[in-house]
C-alpha cells in the first residue's frame, strides 16, 4: 500500500521498529491496524467526506482508549484527541483522503496543496464514521499535556517546546476534551505559550473542534475537576 508520508514510519518494517525502540513492544500487546489492508466506514451527513478508510483490524475491538499526546501540529494547528482518532486511526490510504478531503490522493504535495478548511473540517468527518462504529459509549479519551512543541511527534526534528507542560486530561467527549486542552494552552500563566497559540490560530486549529461540534460528536461546554494528587 503506497504510505501516506515520508519519514521513519512509511513501511509496516519501520513502524516495529518504531514500536520495539520506544519499549511499546515489551509492556503490551501492539498492532499495526492497516498491516493486512484497510475498510471503508461510512460517513453519515459529513461536511466532505462519504467514506473514511481505517485498518482493517479495527473491527478486531470492542472498545477504545485514544490516547493522545496534545502539542502543536504543522497543518492542523494542534494535534489531540480529534486528530488522533481521525488522522491516528486512518489507514495510509485514509489518512490521505482526509487530507485531500476526499479529493484526489496521488503523490504527497496533494494533502498541502488540498483547501485547509475542508482539510480540518474532514478529520472531524472522519472522526464521526470511527465513533458511529465503534459505539462512542465504547470509546474513552485521554490526552497528555506534555512538551507543548508547536510541531508534531510525525516531525522528525520538530521544534523544542516553550512553554511548560499543563498536565493530563481525560474525557468522555473529545470534543470537550480537545477545549479543554486549547482553553488550558491560553490560560496558562507561561509566556512560551505565545509560539504554541500562534500556531493554533495561524492554521485555524479551532475549525476541527468547531466541525466535530456541529457534526453532533460533543460538546464544547465542559465542567472541569481537578484531581488530587
Known amino acids: 500500500m503506497q504510505p501516506a508520508y515520508e519519514g521513519r514510519r512509511n513501511t509496516s ?9 520506544h519499549g511499546f513492544a515489551a509492556i503490551a500487546p501492539c498492532d499495526l491496524m492497516d498491516e493486512q489492508g484497510d475498510m471503508p466506514l461510512p460517513v453519515e451527513g459529513g461536511f466532505h467526506l462519504r467514506e473514511n478508510y481505517v485498518g482493517d483490524h479495527l473491527k478486531n475491538y470492542g472498545s477504545m482508549l485514544v490516547l493522545s499526546h496534545f502539542k502543536g501540529h504543522a497543518m492542523g494547528g494542534f494535534g489531540g484527541a480529534l486528530k488522533n482518532m481521525s488522522i491516528g486511526v486512518a489507514s495510509a490510504r485514509g489518512k490521505g483522503h482526509i487530507h485531500c478531503s476526499g479529493g484526489p490522493f496521488t503523490k504527497m504535495q496533494d494533502m498541502f496543496d488540498a483547501d485547509h478548511n475542508s482539510f ?7 472522526d464521526k464514521s470511527v465513533m458511529d462504529f465503534m459505539g462512542r459509549e465504547n ?19 520538530p521544534h ?4 511548560a507542560d499543563i498536565g493530563i486530561f481525560a474525557s468522555l467527549d473529545p470534543v470537550a476534551l480537545d477545549q479543554a486542552c486549547v482553553d488550558a494552552v491560553y490560560a496558562s500563566p507561561d509566556p512560551g505559550k505565545a509560539a504554541l497559540i500562534e500556531r493554533m490560530e495561524s492554521r485555524n486549529g479551532i475549525r476541527t473542534i468547531e466541525a466535530a461540534a456541529e457534526l453532533g460528536l460533543g ?11
Open 139 to 157: 470509546i474513552v479519551y485521554v490526552s497528555v499535556a506534555n512538551r507543548l512543541s508547536v510541531d508534531c511527534d510525525c516531525d522528525a526534528n
Open 120 to 126: 480540518l473540517e474532514s478529520m472531524a468527518d472522519a
Open 160 to 163: 523544542e517546546p516553550e512553554m
Open 219 to 229: 460538546s464544547r461546554s465542559y465542567e472541569l475537576v481537578s484531581l488530587d494528587e
Open 13 to 21: 518494517e519501520a513502524h516495529w521498529q518504531a514500536i520495539r525502540e
